[in-house]
Nanobody, 129 residues
């Protein structure tokens, strides 16, 4: 049985930083790409970032609004996924979800929710101005 445990999110002021983590058990992540999604109040869940199975940074994808501020990474030996969030903005306030995707690579459909095999439980991030 696959289980995904996300770290607690938290609150930060604009310009601050937070780091999210996600630990997966019951599944080897070596053959799966992983992603972070977020959902603001009253909004649809959107893709934030995607990292391929190899963890090669030059193959990562980011939604435009977080490019240059967020960094996705993974540790396959520990079955963990991370999201370093810097220079946070109030618009980053949302519930953040880690995801194990069905494919090994992050293709043009990296943000498609139907390509997610497993979801984390979500963690709240709140950024104040």
């Amino acid at each position: 049985q696959v289980q995904m445990a996300q770290s607690r999110g938290g609150a930060a002021q604009a310009g601050g930083s937070l780091r999210l983590s996600c630990t997966v058990s019951g599944l080897s992540l070596d053959d799966y790409s992983m992603a972070w999604f977020r959902q603001g109040s009253g909004e649809e869940r959107e893709g934030v970032s995607c990292i391929p199975d190899s963890g090669s940074s030059y193959l990562n994808w980011y939604t435009d609004s977080v490019k240059g501020r967020f960094t996705i990474s993974r540790d396959n030996a520990k079955n963990m996924l991370f999201l370093q969030m810097n220079n946070l903005k109030p618009g980053d306030t949302a519930m953040y979800y880690c995801a194990v995707r069905k494919d090994r690579a992050c293709g043009a459909d990296w943000y498609a929710r139907e390509e997610v095999a497993f979801w984390g439980q979500g963690t709240q991030v709140t950024v104040s101005s």
